[in-house]
Nanobody, 114 residues
């Protein structure tokens, strides 16, 4: 079992920036961020593999940057030019290939005021 511990959420004004961090208790092939706004389904924000290959939702391309430090087993999400529609609970996700496993953090609230 791998635990994921998130930090960095908070309240920010539109146009501002926040950085989220998530540290895993074990090594993971892929790490990423998902978010869930009230009344909506959880959606992918960005993912990154241990080799550094990243993937972004269209809605955050050019504004958010995902990165990871494999030695620290930590993934970061730098969020710039935040919009009110970015308001959500952000969840860290981690995946192992063998055995195939999926892990989630407890979530951190990001609120963007307009």
């Amino acid at each position: 079992q791998v635990q994921l511990v998130e930090s960095g959420g908070g309240l920010v004004q539109a146009g501002g920036s926040l950085r989220l961090s998530c540290t895993a208790s074990g090594s993971l092939f892929k790490m990423g961020w998902y978010r869930q706004a009230p009344g909506k389904q959880r959606e992918l924000v960005a993912t990154i593999t241990s080799a550094g290959s990243s993937n972004y939702a269209d809605s955050v391309k050019g504004r958010f940057t995902i990165s990871r430090d494999n030695a620290k087993r930590t993934v970061y999400l730098q969020m710039n030019s935040l919009k009110s529609e970015d308001t959500a609970v952000y969840y860290c996700n981690g995946q192992r290939v063998w055995p195939l496993s999926d892990y989630w953090g407890q979530g951190t609230q990001v609120t963007v005021s307009s």
